[in-house]
């Protein structure tokens, strides 16, 4: 069982940086791949970016390659969601996510994910 936990998010003018964080429960947190989805009002769910186990690769949508950086400390139990150069288009709820790494390296696909935070609001002034 994995508890996560968002925090960071907030209100920004376009152009501006934020850091997520999501802090996990548990001792296994490195047996995990994890991710970091959003969900803006009236849209489903889609995936951000992506981070294997050990935090050697990582995969983004193109929506914010180049633009957010994600990133792990797994001695911390935490992943971080850099973002910068941000847009109104960003505004959502920030969910990170935490499925197996015997589901593959990198996981971009709701239903690879077994646990879910609460989610982080991030809101992006233009």
């Known amino acids: 069982q994995v508890q996560l936990v968002e925090s960071g998010g907030g209100l920004v003018q376009s152009g501006g940086s934020l850091r997520l964080s999501c802090a996990a429960s548990?001792?296994?947190?490195?047996?995990?791949?994890m991710g970091w989805f959003r969900q803006a009002p009236g849209k489903e769910r889609e995936f951000v970016a992506a981070?294997?186990?050990?935090?050697?690769?990582?995969y983004y949508a193109d929506s914010v390659a180049g633009r957010f950086t994600i990133s792990r400390d797994n001695a911390k139990n935490t992943m971080y969601l850099q973002m910068n150069s941000l847009k109104p288009e960003d505004t959502a709820v920030y969910y990170c996510?935490?499925?197996?790494?015997?589901?593959?390296?990198?996981?971009?696909?709701?239903?690879?994910?077994?646990?879910w935070g609460q989610g982080t609001h991030v809101t992006v002034s233009s």
């Open positions: 548990g001792r296994t947190f490195s047996t995990y791949a």
């Open positions: 996510a935490a499925g197996h790494r015997k589901r593959g390296l990198l996981l971009h696909l709701l239903e690879d994910y077994d646990y």
């Open positions: 981070i294997s186990w050990s935090g050697g690769s990582t």
